[in-house]
Structures are given as structure tokens and as C-alpha cells.
């Protein structure tokens, strides 16, 4: 049996008899005004962290969320979207595309402003998505994509990049490793299934999306997620798992490489009321500006006396250059 089989059989039984915390970050969902959401649906809230960001769904979006596990996110998803067909939902898993049917149904009994028909249910995977080139302005998945082996995973991000709209976003909450997870847990199908042991590191995780050609990278949130101790998975010390939220814009790759923006600043505190890299910064004297990190390094190498470079804090939502 292949790791994607086991994985779906897995999800399978998770459709069947919820499985509380089987592989989610322990916090309350979204709370927005007028949104109920089903108590099923939290107790098969499968994912890692969020991909619902606010600040990426105005404007109505059409989304495509792979993997609908319980339905939680796509019911959070159709909250921004309201209307017919506006989430496309897709799973290969027969059984958790029906589970999550029934869920939406519960959840228009308490939503008023939901209908069902807002979400579209289509059976189908990451790397063969049913829907049109550049027909999509968000595609997100949530605790899915660390499941692929490394050439399934520039397929699935290859798919994402297809169907996205020029300017489309790329939205995805993933376990990150803080260091390469050692081959006898890589090849343990099962701790793949539960989102263990597939992890990337962080900057392993962004050369994927930077070789597909996302130009642009936000990280939203990283946070713990797990602890592989020593005794349970046969290690030489603990290895962390993170949570990283991020969003992939779809944006050619500028000349000097692609910006990612980690909560970095620049503040500037040299003599002149002004500095100007020329380059289409502009920096007042004491004022933090968001940066990325490729600018924040240029900075830090031509105005090593002028110009303080603050530390990522990992939540970043918009401002600032580029």
C-alpha cells in the first residue's frame, strides 16, 4: 500500500468516527458575526492552524479548497463568498466528501445566511484539480500538502499555480520541521498520514513555492505544533514540528528573486529626515516601514550604521514595501 493509499483510508475512518485533535493546533475556529459552527465540524477540524485570513477574502473570491475534511473551513470560506458555487471543495475520499455534505446541511440550520449550494463538492485530487486554467482567485489547503513525498508536492503545487488567477492566492497552513526529520519516520506511512513525519524545514518549504513561481510569499503564523520525542519515534533528541500559515501570490519573480515577508522592519535612524535606497524605498527617520527579507538583507549590507533591521516575528498582514 503507497502512502496516498494509506492516507485515504486513514481519512476514510476519520469521516466515519471523528477523531478529535487527530492533527490540529488545540484553539477555537474563527469567530466572526452571525457564523455557527457545527460541533461536528470541530471535532473533525483536521487541520494544522488556519487558512482563513480575512484580509485575502474581500471582494467576493471564488475559492478552491483541497481536501474538505469536516467542511469547517469551507463553510468559513462561503462566510466571504456568498454565493452559488463560490467554494469548490475537492476530495478524493468518498467518505469525507459525504461527511462534510451532511455537515453544511446541519450548518444551514443555525447560519442563516448560508446555503449549501454555496459550497460545491467535487471528488478529486491535488494533482489532477477539476477545474479550468486561471479560473480561481484562491486556492488553500490546510494539513495536506506535508503529507507528498517531494515529487508529489511540486505536482500539487504545480496544479495550485494552473488554476489560479494572475494575482491569485496560494493560501496553505502546513507542519514545518526545525530540522530535516530523519529517514526511518520519513518512511513510516502512518505518521505521514497524521502529518508527522512528511514535514519540510521552513526554507525547504519556500524553495517549493519559489521554484513553482510564486513571486511573492507571506507567512501569517508559525507557532509549535508537535513534539516527536525520543522515545515514542526512536531519536537521538526531541524534534519540533511547527505550524506555518502563509500565503503565494501569484506574481512574476522580480529580477533580484522573489520577496518573502516574515514581519521584518526597517527603521531608519541616520541624520537626514529621509533616506532613499533609490531602489523605491523610501525610509523617515524612526518610523519602522515592513519589509521583506531580501530588502531587509540589502539594507543591512549598504547602511549597516543607518538602518536597524528588526527580527521576523512570523505574523505578517500586509503594509510596507514591495
Excluded at 519540510?200 to 517549493?208: A, E, K, S
Excluded at 524612526?286 to 538583507?297: H, M, R, S
Aim: hydrophobic fraction near 40%; include cysteine.
Amino acid at each position: 500500500m503507497t502512502y496516498l493509499e494509506t492516507t485515504a483510508q486513514f481519512y476514510a475512518e476519520a469521516a466515519e468516527t471523528p477523531q478529535v485533535g487527530l492533527c490540529c493546533v488545540s484553539s477555537l475556529p474563527l469567530q466572526l458575526p452571525g457564523l455557527n459552527i457545527p460541533e461536528i465540524m470541530q471535532q473533525m477540524n483536521y487541520g494544522c492552524g488556519s487558512t482563513v485570513h480575512p484580509t485575502e477574502l474581500f471582494s467576493e473570491p471564488s475559492v478552491l479548497y483541497i481536501g474538505v475534511g469536516g467542511g469547517i473551513e469551507a463553510l468559513q470560506f462561503a462566510y466571504f463568498s456568498r454565493q452559488s458555487g463560490g467554494v469548490i471543495a475537492v476530495d478524493p475520499v468518498p467518505e469525507m466528501r459525504k461527511a462534510a455534505a451532511r455537515n453544511l446541511q446541519l450548518a444551514a440550520k443555525t447560519n442563516d445566511w448560508f446555503d449549501p449550494d454555496f459550497v460545491k463538492i467535487l471528488a478529486g485530487d491535488a494533482f489532477a484539480l477539476p477545474v479550468p486554467d486561471e479560473s480561481v482567485d484562491v486556492v488553500a489547503q490546510n494539513c495536506l500538502f506535508n503529507i507528498f513525498e517531494p515529487n508529489d508536492l511540486q505536482r500539487a503545487l504545480s496544479e495550485a499555480y494552473r488554476v489560479l488567477k494572475p494575482g491569485g492566492r496560494l493560501i496553505m497552513s502546513d507542519p514545518i520541521a526545525t530540522r530535516p526529520i530523519p529517514a526511518h519516520l520519513q518512511q513510516d506511512e502512518r505518521l505521514r498520514a497524521l502529518c508527522l513525519s512528511g514535514a519540510l524545514t521552513y526554507d525547504q518549504y519556500i524553495q517549493h513555492l519559489v521554484a513553482i513561481g510564486f513571486g511573492q510569499i507571506e507567512i501569517r503564523a508559525r507557532r509549535p505544533y508537535r513534539l516527536l520525542d525520543t522515545q515514542t519515534y526512536n531519536l537521538d533528541t526531541s524534534l519540533l514540528l511547527e505550524s506555518l500559515d502563509s500565503v503565494s501570490f501569484k506574481v512574476p519573480i522580480p529580477d533580484d528573486g522573489a520577496c518573502v515577508f516574515t514581519g521584518k522592519t526597517a527603521i531608519y535612524a541616520g541624520s537626514e529626515s529621509l533616506l532613499d535606497d533609490q531602489a523605491g524605498h523610501l525610509l523617515q527617520r524612526g518610523i519602522p516601514l515592513a519589509v521583506c527579507d531580501k530588502t531587509a538583507a540589502k539594507f543591512a549590507l549598504r547602511f549597516p550604521q543607518d538602518v536597524i533591521i528588526t527580527d521576523s516575528t512570523w505574523h505578517y498582514n500586509g503594509g510596507g514595501c514591495c
